[in-house]
């Protein structure tokens, strides 16, 4: 059984900084892409940034300049370092990653973890 575990998020002030990380475990032959989604309030899920097996990256226009994504293929592990937070980045973020596990390629998800600006 592969699982996805978040963990950071919280409570920042506009303009502050918060990192998210993910780490994937279980029975898995190889990760390729990876990423950030994530859900307001009364909004659909909407990706934040992907990145790709050989680091290769994607961002929302919303993001650019301020949120990075990075991820250790050693550890499992993808990170979103998100500065110049903004109170309409307020959301759950959700982890995403394309897995390999018993010869199949699925797309699994995080629990969430909740993310909150204040102005």
């Known amino acids: 059984q592969v699982q996805l575990v978040e963990s950071g998020g919280g409570l920042v002030q506009a303009g502050g900084s918060l990192g998210l990380s993910c780490a994937a475990s279980?029975?898995?032959?190889?990760?390729?892409?990876m990423g950030w989604y994530r859900q307001a309030p009364g909004k659909q899920r909407e990706s934040v940034a992907v990145?790709?097996?050989?680091?290769?990256?994607n961002y929302a226009d919303s993001v650019k300049g301020r949120f990075t994504i990075s991820r250790d293929n050693a550890k499992n592990t993808v990170y979103l370092q998100m500065n110049s937070l903004k109170p309409e980045d307020t959301a759950v973020y959700y982890c995403?990653?394309?897995?390999?596990?018993?010869?199949?390629?699925?797309?699994?998800w995080g629990q969430g973890t909740q993310v909150t600006v204040s102005s």
């Open positions: 279980g029975s898995i032959f190889s990760i390729d892409a």
């Open positions: 990145i790709g097996a050989g680091g290769s990256t």
């Open positions: 995403n990653a394309h897995i390999v596990a018993g010869l199949r390629l699925n797309n699994y």
